[in-house]
């Protein structure tokens, strides 16, 4: 709980996205108080904030379409919140609905997620307005053009600077490429880069994607960073393996002049230059990859020497992809680096968006994480709304509202965010008792004031929510007062709203759970599920289906680091053991991957690895055995592993015959993957092992 609180996040929104929302949340205000109109401009501000958070990265058709949705479902729910907000029975029964259908709505995704969660709370606000149902139409319409001049702040830049999105998302996965180079990460750790190729495959293959000549260059560009984060996390597997001193200082030269090339690719590509400077670097390269060459011979050990000839290879298969993206980055579209097959732009199966309607309807079931939130919603703002209504609470609407944005489907995120919010509202009056008094009789300062505390708002909400918080209690007391609500009364009422709404929240989710102790294991099995068909593509020269494996596997990582986040925040002595268990065979399964990493660099540096009958053995007992892991993830039962240990022997054997194909880099590259392989299957199946037999002799513990 603790942690929670103070725990502060990297900034992620740029100053220039903070200063264009902010805009578009004071510029309404303003003019509405210049000429008069203040509730008309009122209602164009609060249109403005529910839309400002669906200004996310991403290409700007993107972009427009999210933010349209957000403002289209804002202006319907004031709409509909004005027309049942006198009617106390069909604002509870349009209030339990709005949580149910915008509760099932996290099925489809964060961004959608946060559309359900605006319109819910629209609807609330609306309701306890008490504006004339005549009046209702025009409120809308102020509402969504609020969201609308958001959405025009956030796509002016479209005609001038088309190709920014792709840019930056290129940019982004450039540096954290020099950050694997510089930081050579533990093969126990998660391959690093997943998230932003994910995020960059996303903008330049998926459905809102640019279309131009620029297109294929950047197109070429993520294929190349692909190949080089492969070489690059192979480099660091053996600079980590090698144990002469010399020839790891040789290793790493080449690794920190490929980090000062990705430095200087992506300084380039972010600000549209020519990358003189990693031109530059690109000639320094070369000799120490040389020196890195010359060296293997000169090596004490037998060991030593074909792991550094491994080495040497992937430092020329390193030097000639960064040779291509600095060529490319200089905007060159040489179609030679990259065959035919990106033409198209197909998303990766595992990243394409799927029909919201079959995934709703998978989700209507009780075992749902989406509709057990979705139920908790509705009986939640039900509830909130009757009481406040049947009770009399002035202004009562802060219980439902508060309530619908703490509530989270997960127990850790319902606790974090009613914590947060509790102690973010105590900063924010702290904050505004200081300043409010000062300012709320002039409207010049009182507006002043309105702008810096939204800025702070949008550029700190993702780093702390709780300081997010406290600068939107400060930002909403004004809002209440530039409507005629005076200042310590806002205050007492949120007090009370927030206090009793975040309580609602928390009982909700304690009355009914869903513990994700009950789920990690179903994560880790597809994400063993994952790797089992990366490493059958890659030992079975399916060069193909490589790229459609990888990110599958990416998207299982992914999913199993946010289960496990979820399991961290979740309460009982049970939970904690589950999550070292767990987090101890992950870290295995890293290994399983990493270890496929130089074999898959050089069957695409060869087209194909040896065709061996014990290769083809091999790679069937390794297919069986993750098969059988997965499985004994899924049922919680014992795993029944054969290990590929016999295989693996005859097929080194088998190697070992052909003097020639023992020497070629596919021949060194397949014995040394294979050994490993084996060691991570024959780990991970010892480890669920140890697990079932634990599972078997513990007590059962209360969270599951």
Not at 146 to 161: E, H, K, T
Request: hydrophobic share 50%; glycine share 8%; proline share 5%.
């Amino acid at each position: 709980m603790l942690r929670s609180l103070i725990d502060i996040k990297p900034r992620d929104v740029p100053f220039r996205v903070a200063l264009r929302n902010t805009v578009a949340v004071v510029a309404p205000l303003a003019v509405g108080l210049a000429i008069d109109q203040v509730p008309a401009g009122l209602a164009m501000t609060t249109g403005a904030i529910n839309t400002m958070f669906t200004d996310q990265p991403g290409p700007y058709r993107q972009r427009m379409q999210h933010m349209l949705m957000s403002a289209a479902a804002a202006g319907l729910s004031a709409l509909l919140g004005i027309l049942v907000g006198g009617h106390t029975w069909l604002f509870v029964l349009a209030a339990a609905l709005a949580g149910l259908l915008g509760g099932l709505l996290v099925a489809l995704g964060p961004v959608i997620a946060r559309v359900g969660m605006t319109s819910m709370i629209v609807l609330i606000i609306t309701a306890d307005m008490q504006v004339p149902t005549a009046h209702a139409p025009g409120v809308a319409a102020l509402i969504f053009a609020g969201g609308v001049l958001q959405m025009l702040m956030a796509v002016a830049a479209w005609p001038l600077q088309r190709y920014r999105p792709e840019r930056f998302a290129l940019a982004t996965v450039l540096r954290q490429l020099a950050e694997v180079a510089r930081s050579r990460p533990d093969a126990s750790q998660p391959p690093p880069v997943s998230i932003a190729a994910m995020d960059a495959l996303e903008t330049l293959h998926g459905e809102y994607r640019s279309r131009g000549r620029a297109m294929q260059s950047f197109r070429i560009i993520a294929e190349l960073c692909e190949r080089v984060r492969i070489d690059l996390l192979s480099l660091g597997d053996l600079f980590v393996r090698v144990e002469d001193p010399g020839a790891v200082a040789r290793i790493g030269d080449v690794l920190a002049n490929a980090e000062a090339i990705l430095g200087h690719l992506s300084d380039a590509m972010r600000a549209a230059e020519k990358p003189l400077r990693a031109e530059q670097e690109v000639a320094t390269l070369g000799s120490r990859v040389d020196a890195l060459v010359q060296a293997v011979d000169t090596v004490p050990g037998t060991r030593d020497r074909r792991l550094l000839r491994i080495a040497a290879m992937r430092a020329q298969g390193l030097a000639g992809q960064l040779r291509a993206l600095v060529r490319n980055s200089d905007w060159a579209s040489s179609r030679g680096e990259i065959r035919a097959e990106l033409a198209d732009a197909k998303l990766p199966a595992a990243l394409r968006p799927g029909n919201p309607l079959q995934t709703l309807r998978a989700n209507l079931d009780l075992s749902s994480v989406a509709l057990r939130h979705a139920i908790r919603c509705a009986a939640c703002l039900g509830v909130a709304v009757a009481c406040e209504r049947l009770l009399e609470i002035p202004h009562g609407a802060w219980i439902p509202m508060t309530a619908a944005i703490v509530l989270r489907p997960d127990f850790g995120g319902t606790l974090r965010f009613g914590l947060l919010r509790v102690a973010g509202t105590f900063g924010g009056l702290l904050l505004t008792s200081l300043l409010v008094h000062l300012v709320v009789d002039d409207v010049l300062p009182s507006l002043l004031l309105m702008t810096l505390l939204c800025f702070g708002f949008r550029m700190l909400a993702t780093v702390n929510y709780g300081i997010g918080v406290a600068m939107l209690t400060g930002m909403l007391v004004l809002l209440l007062a530039f409507d005629g609500i005076p200042p310590g009364e806002a205050i007492h009422m949120r007090v009370l709203g927030t206090t009793l709404g975040s309580a609602l929240a928390l009982v909700a989710y304690l009355l009914w759970p869903t513990w994700e102790g009950q789920r990690a294991n179903i994560a880790l099995a597809r994400l063993v599920d994952g790797y089992r068909a990366h490493i059958r593509a890659v030992l079975g020269n399916d060069i193909e289906a490589l790229r459609e494996t990888r990110t599958a596997a990416r998207a299982a990582r992914t999913r199993v680091l946010a289960s496990f986040d979820r399991l961290r925040a979740e309460p009982g002595r049970t939970r904690a053991d589950k999550l070292a268990t767990s987090e101890s065979f992950l870290a295995n399964a890293h290994r399983l991957i990493r270890t496929s990493l130089s074999l898959e660099a050089a069957l695409r540096d060869e087209g194909s690895l040896p065709r061996l009958p014990e290769l083809a053995t091999f790679a069937s007992q390794v297919d069986d055995a993750l098969a059988a892991i997965a499985d004994a993830l899924r049922s919680r039962t014992p795993p029944r592993v054969r290990s590929p240990r016999q295989a693996e022997r005859q097929l080194a054997k088998a190697l070992a015959r052909d003097e020639t194909l023992a020497a070629s880099p596919a021949g060194m590259a397949l014995a040394d993957t294979c050994d490993r392989i084996t060691d991570s299957i024959d780990t991970l199946a010892h480890l669920l092992r140890q697990a079932r037999k634990r599972d078997a002799e513990a007590v059962p513990g209360p969270a599951g």
